[in-house]
């Protein structure tokens, strides 16, 4: 999620002071993804310095201060808008992370670590369908979010659960292969013997 883009976005309504966007940021998002309001004059100060957003007096600071989005903070949210995110590299899962290395540490239950995982968004996914139908029906930024997050959480489920499968199918290992102990080298022939 670009914290710095929704903020350019809530400008692009009109100007705003800090404390605003990040009350009308956690609106929007259903409150989902609860925002620092130090990360968002943070955020602001960076779109200033980039010329993205301008203040209305420069000598203000904090809430009585207020921000409106340039020209070329227009362009850079279209421009974010149209660009499809890179889906070139599947991004580090940590999930799928822990799953792999599970496969590897000794005395670790591969399939219980699967099971653990499940349930917890099993879980997180009943908890964002009663945040959904306690949500208002014609808030419709909250309705994408939440459907936007059991989506995906559904689809690591039914990962979790194809991994498992996977996992089961395996091959056992085999016993543990003792190594031979190194052949003795031939004991030369002492020479006096050896003519005897």
């Known amino acids: 999620m670009s ?3 929704a903020l350019l976005a809530l400008l692009a309504e009109g ?8 009350q009308e940021f956690e609106e929007r998002t259903g409150e989902v993804w609860p925002l620092n309001v130090g990360q968002v004059y943070t955020t602001l100060q960076r779109l200033e310095r980039d010329g993205l957003v301008e203040s209305d007096d420069a000598q203000a600071e904090g809430s009585q201060k207020g921000f409106r989005i340039t020209s070329g903070g227009d362009r850079e949210l279209v421009s974010w808008l149209r660009t499809p995110p890179d ?4 991004p580090r899962d940590e999930l799928v992370i822990k799953v ?5 540490v000794p005395d670790v239950d591969v399939h219980e670590v699967v099971q653990v995982h499940r349930r917890h968004l099993v879980e997180a996914m009943q908890r964002y369908t009663r945040l959904k ?3 208002p029906e014609h808030d419709v930024g909250v309705g994408l979010v939440v459907d936007a997050e059991l989506f995906r959480l559904e689809a690591v489920v039914r990962w979790l659960d194809a991994a498992d499968t996977r996992l089961r199918r395996r091959p056992a290992p085999g016993p543990a292969r003792t190594p031979a102990p190194p052949a003795a080298a031939p004991q030369a022939a002492r020479p006096a013997e050896a003519r005897r």
């Open 3 to 5: 914290v710095r883009h």
């Open 15 to 22: 100007p705003k002071f800090g404390l605003q966007l990040r």
């Open 100 to 104: 792999l290395v599970a496969l590897t």
């Open 87 to 90: 889906a070139k590299l599947p």
């Open 133 to 135: 139908a306690d949500a």
